[in-house]
T-cell receptor, first 115, second 113 residues
Framework: SAVISQKPSRDICQRGTSLTIQCQVD?????MFWYRQQPGQSLTLIAT?????????ESGFVIDKFPISRPNLTFSTLTVSNMSPEDSSIYLC????????????FGPGTRLTVL | EDQVTQSPEALRLQEGESSSLNCSYT??????LFWYRQDPGKGPEFLFT???AGEEKEKERLKATLTKKESFLHITAPKPEDSATYLC??????????????FGRGTQLTVWP
C-alpha cells in the first residue's frame, strides 16, 4: 500500500488568508486526488491532479479557490485561498493502488480551522 | 443521482457482541464498493473492495458482503480496538475519473469492554 504524508497536520487560520497543504507519496503515481471532509458530511472529491497537466476540478470547486500544483510524480499541493469559516474542514490527499487500481489510499489529512 | 446511505449512524456494542453495518447504494453502473475504517484525527484506512453481487471478503473480525443494492460489514466478536468510524464508498462508471469515490456519512462504532 502507498504511504502518504501531509503537511501541516492541522492549522488555524484567519479569514481572508490562504493556506497551502502539501502531499507526499512514497512511490510514483500518475494521479493524485484531493478530497474534503466537512464536519458531519461525507468525503467529497475536490479535484484530480495529474503531473504535467492542469488539475481537473469537480462541480462546485474552482481553480481560483483551490489552486493545485503537481510538479512531479510523488508530490502535490492544494491551496485554500481567501479562506472563510466555511472552509473549515479536513483536507485529504488520495492515490490509487493495487492491481487494476482496485484499492484507494488516503493520507492522514490536514485539519483546517478558519476563524 | 448517485447516492450512498449508511446505517445506523452510530452503534454501541459490548465486547463480543456481533453485529452488522449497512451501506445501501443507488448508482448507475457500480465499478466497486469500498469499505474504510477511520480513527479520530486520521485519514481513512482501506479495508476492502467488492465488485459483484455475492462477493465476500474477510479481514480478521470483519467480513464484507455485497448485493445488488447494499453491502454489509459484519463484525464478529468485536473488541474495543474495533471502535472507529466505518465508511462506505462507491466508484461508478459516471465520468472518467477512477479516483472519484462517492462516500456515505459513516457509522460510528463504539465497542465497550
Amino acid at each position: 500500500s502507498a504511504v502518504i504524508s501531509q503537511k501541516p497536520s492541522r492549522d488555524i487560520c484567519q479569514r481572508g488568508t490562504s493556506l497551502t497543504i502539501q502531499c507526499q507519496v512514497d512511490s510514483q503515481v500518475t494521479m493524485m486526488f484531493w478530497y474534503r471532509q466537512q464536519p458531519g458530511q461525507s468525503l467529497t472529491l475536490i479535484a484530480t491532479a495529474n503531473q504535467g497537466s492542469e488539475a481537473t476540478y469537480e462541480s462546485g470547486f474552482v481553480i481560483d479557490k483551490f489552486p493545485i500544483s503537481r510538479p512531479n510524480l510523488t508530490f502535490s499541493t492544494l491551496t485554500v485561498s481567501n479562506m472563510s469559516p466555511e472552509d473549515s474542514s479536513i483536507y485529504l490527499c488520495s492515490v490509487l493502488g493495487g492491481t487494476h487500481y482496485n484499492e484507494q489510499f488516503f493520507g492522514p489529512g490536514t485539519r483546517l480551522t478558519v476563524l | 443521482e448517485d447516492q450512498v446511505t449508511q446505517s445506523p449512524e452510530a452503534l454501541r456494542l459490548q465486547e463480543g457482541e456481533s453485529s452488522s453495518l449497512n451501506c445501501s447504494y443507488t448508482v448507475s453502473g457500480l465499478r466497486g464498493l469500498f469499505w474504510y475504517r477511520q480513527d479520530p484525527g486520521k485519514g481513512p484506512e482501506f479495508l476492502f473492495t467488492l465488485y459483484s453481487a455475492g462477493e465476500e471478503k474477510e479481514k480478521e473480525r470483519l467480513k464484507a458482503t455485497l448485493t445488488k443494492k447494499e453491502s454489509f460489514l459484519h463484525i464478529t466478536a468485536p473488541k474495543p480496538e474495533d471502535s472507529a468510524t466505518y465508511l462506505c464508498a462507491v466508484r461508478t462508471d459516471r465520468g472518467s475519473t477512477l479516483g472519484r469515490l462517492y462516500f456515505g456519512r459513516g457509522t460510528q462504532l463504539t465497542v465497550w469492554p
